[in-house]
């Protein structure tokens, strides 16, 4: 048995399905930081710089969040299909304040219908 029977890949059709999905959820995301709530449930699993959270308590403390990190430039997109959910993993430039910072941003997301939420989020100022 070889590496590929034991670990197939995803077709070309699950890797590009996965594709749009992280391209249209991180565009949303970060174009539209200030509503980005909406992705995040009660169970969401945060780790935010290092302290972990729930996705409700992350969703408290999101508005004072919002008013430093006031535009991201996003510099790399990688994804993965796992099973019904994508991993996607995303790093660029926050500007916090006058200053901008490296930051890295690896998101477990599922989509539900049309929506998509955050299963998992793992934000780290670089």
Not at 3 to 19: G, K
Not at 71 to 93: A, E, M
Request: some cysteine; proline content about 3%.
């Amino acid at each position: 048995m070889n590496v590929a029977q034991v670990f197939p890949a995803p077709s070309e059709t699950r890797i590009n399905q996965t594709l749009l999905l992280s391209e249209k959820f991180t565009d949303g995301y970060y174009r539209g930081f200030n509503r980005c709530a909406r992705y995040y449930q009660d169970t969401t699993k945060v780790i935010w710089n290092g302290t972990a959270m729930t996705g409700g308590q992350f969703k408290q403390m999101l508005p004072e969040i919002q008013t430093l990190a006031t535009h991201f430039d996003v510099h790399g997109l990688d994804c993965h299909p796992l099973g019904s959910q994508q991993l996607i993993n995303v790093s660029g430039l926050v500007k916090l304040g006058h200053r901008k910072q490296q930051f890295t941003q690896t998101f477990i997301v599922q989509k539900a219908g049309t929506l998509t939420y955050i299963v998992s989020d793992c934000f780290r100022l670089v």
